[in-house]
């Protein structure tokens, strides 16, 4: 499958959100170039001596991934993760 890695399927960073539900929690969604593909991971906000990096892809595993049903938001996910890879090396921190 395209995208696929040896560490699993490269998806490209396309929304940062903050919780609702939790003070302090981060959202990163992640997609495939397609759109049709997405991962999530939740990440608490951390001090400032407890640095993490957001890197503009990750590779996850396929299993991981959920399946985008609304066609509107799987444009907007292909789109952003196309831009991202255009401009950003997977390892960029954004």
Known sequence: MEGDTDGGVRVWLVERTYSDDEQNLIILTYAT?????YFRK???????????????????????????????????YAAEAQRMAEVHEPDDVI
């Open 42 to 76: 939740e990440r608490a906000l951390t001090s400032f001596t407890d640095v993490r990096d957001t890197t503009a892809a990750v590779d996850a595993e396929p299993g991981n991934l959920g399946a985008v049903d609304d066609a509107d938001l799987r444009e907007q």
């Open 33 to 37: 170039p397609d759109g049709e593909r």
